[in-house]
């Protein structure tokens, strides 16, 4: 049996409840639901999103190499701060530069730079 509601929120609900005895293993999915006109219900799971890994993290902002071979430099700040933006970007972006160089310094050797 299925049920069909919605919340104060306006947050749609949908509940089954098994007519018949039904072993299941429970899970946690983020799912798109698409209801059927007929009744029918289609419950298909999202995939999971593939998070980069950050290679250097500073204050406001993260350094990674994400999947698709390309670097990503991510810089946040809080709104009431915007003043403060130029001081701060260089500063972080610096940071993460003088890291990355000296990866790179620590790489150059008798076979020179490795990739």
Known sequence: MMTFSKTDDGEQLLDFTATEYAEMTPFVANCKVQAMRDGNVYITEKPKRVRNSPIFREDNCTFSLGHDDRYYFVF???KGQVKQLPDRLVHQALAIAQKVNKIIAGRV????LKK
Not at 109 to 112: A, M, N, P
């Open 76 to 78: 946040t700040m809080e």
């Open 109 to 112: 050797g008798k076979k020179g």
